[in-house]
């Protein structure tokens, strides 16, 4: 995969995390933050924890997205819809899109344990609305907590990749397999995304209950094996 | 722990797996169908799989709810509001009501992958509306497949108990450890019922995508080992 991955929020630990992951296995990253400074700083810290070998950069988010063949969105939330809007012209129609958002009742001040209802059935569907028709877009790694994506031991946790078109299917399994542990397993349609961001509100719930950081999620009974 | 279990729905495929691993554990169990002869049928044949020593039963489901210390909740949604509110005087005080359905669309003629809305936020918080408010209630086991409870093997299984009531999740989570393999972890308050009901329509979606019939979930990164 030689394709550049663009991260929106990509400063926020769920975003630097993923880049920090992708980056030190090789793939060509471009962090996307409102702040063109912000997001080159933070591209410098992630090169200078992985070694001068790292393909990291920042730009400013619409800079991101020119550059990018992939996009994955980190951002909270509530700034998925502005952004999107304000990036309605930005798009080329051979990139694929990637959404890990979730409607954490936290973004509207409630609890980090709760979700709230979004009238599309998820955040993903929220995004597709958002998103010009023509590009591809999957829903993926919402259960994968920041502090396992900012650690260097591989993740011990399944991601449910929803889609309904097969090209962004795939081009997010791909890149959950390069995070060392990570098996991608098809979640099946991108309304699916409503489960999962929700399991996303449980896992918060068990790193409260059980005073963790890092709990996951395994599938069991399936026939493939996780990939490491 | 001595208390007689009443199944409810117990001729059901997940209400009879139930009763087959936790009669097989030495539990008391009576089965309540709305058909006390089915519900003696199903206890029969439970019976000669496991071996004289078991104690189970089939009765009406109201004499079953009659004799049991525990009461658990197996029949298909639709059905739980009718049967509940048929019920309304027959509770006693010290009883403790489990609650395992999953308002499934299949319930009203869709997918079984998807699950509808229900206006108290799950099918528990529903059935919590219908019980006396004295009668404490814990969900748990909706993701527990019923080809998994009707084998021998360990179940390679995680079980969230959901409750506002510490006595009812104590209970609850003695009985998912009476199931080999099986771990009960705390979900926290009952309206997260709503999200470990929806995990099933997603483990039912793997099934089909995978091919399987008894995808299940661990959760990883937690400080207690599985049971077995």
Redesign the interface.
Known sequence: MTRKIGILGGTGPEGSGLAYRWAKAGLEIVIGSRDAVRASETAAQLKSKIGPSARIEGADNASAVSQAQIVVLTVPFTGSAPLLKQLKNSWKSDQIVIDTTVPLAATIGGAA??VIGVWQGSAAEHTRELLPREIPLASALQNLGAE?LAGDAPV??DV?VCSDDEKAKQAATELVEKIPGARA????KL??A???E??T???I??NI????????????????RPTS
Do not use: M, Q, W
């Open positions: 344990t709760r396992l011990d946790c449910l397993l098809n979640g099946g309304e699916n409503r489960i999962v929700s399991i509100a449980l896992l719930g068990l209950r059980y005073k963790v950081h890092s709990a996951g999620i395994r599938f069991t009974g399936l026939p493939s």
